[in-house]
């Protein structure tokens, strides 16, 4: 099973500023990984996947790369609405599927 | 815009079966190469994928939840559905229903959710 750990697990961004957020892969999984943001009470929404693809609807300031098996997503000039929670998900070798543990936008 | 929404009970007693659906509406689960997920939270926690099933009818489920799940669909009734047995507290969960956007047999994320159905698990 591939294990996809995210950091931080918080991270207190002031509104504006840019955040930073990983996901590391145990193994390869080439681009086949995908970024949700998930609000209270609602569905996970697909952001990114293979990597750097934006899904549809989503601003140009949210953007995805990778290094290795390092995967990054950068939200730029953080708004209001961005203040979530944002996992990770790869399915380059499944199954299982595999979500990371998630990381918490909040403001600073 | 493809719409997709779980019904079911939201609390199941200790021991019994728990059946949820997954009616998809503005879209048809028989268009070739898509597969059809079911996620689950428990509160407060993360996400786990419980499993998938093909357009073929081709079945997929997560190795580390034991075989307790089963995925069906309903093609004329334009949904699908999840099966889970001997439920026990730790299955308390948000449980939402999913399209895996990927339109290919490879697989891989999902574009389009229900708004997910709380399911508690309580004597």
């Known amino acids: 099973e591939i294990v996809m750990t995210q950091s931080p697990a918080t991270l207190s961004v002031s509104p504006g500023e840019s955040a930073t957020l990983s996901c590391r892969a145990s193994q390869n999984i080439d681009s086949n990984l995908a970024w949700y943001q998930q609000k209270p009470g609602q569905a996970p929404r697909l952001l990114i996947y293979?990597?750097?693809v934006r899904a549809t609807g989503v601003p140009d300031r949210i953007s995805g790369s990778k290094s290795g098996t390092e995967f990054t997503l950068t939200i730029s000039s953080l708004q209001s609405e961005d203040f979530a929670v944002y996992y990770c998900?790869?399915?380059?070798?499944?199954?299982?599927?595999?979500f990371g543990g998630g990381t918490k936008v909040e403001i600073k | 815009q493809l719409q997709l929404e779980e019904s079911g009970p939201g609390l199941v007693k200790p021991s019994e079966t728990l059946s949820l659906t997954c009616t998809v509406s503005h879209g048809s689960i028989n268009i070739d190469y898509y597969y059809w997920g079911w996620i689950r939270q428990p509160p407060g926690k993360g996400l786990e994928w419980i499993g998938s099933i093909y357009y073929s009818g081709s079945t997929y489920y997560n190795p580390s939840l034991k075989s307790r799940f089963t995925i069906s669909a309903d093609k004329p009734n334009n949904r699908f559905s999840l099966e889970l047995t001997s439920v026990t507290a730790a299955d308390t969960a948000v449980y939402y229903c999913?399209?895996?956007?990927?339109?290919?047999?490879?697989?891989?994320?999902?574009?389009?959710w229900g708004q997910g159905t709380l399911v508690t698990v309580s004597s």
């Open positions: 998900q790869q399915y380059d070798d499944w199954p299982p599927l595999t």
């Open positions: 293979g990597a750097f």
């Open positions: 999913a399209r895996d956007g990927a339109g290919s047999y490879q697989g891989g994320w999902f574009d389009s």
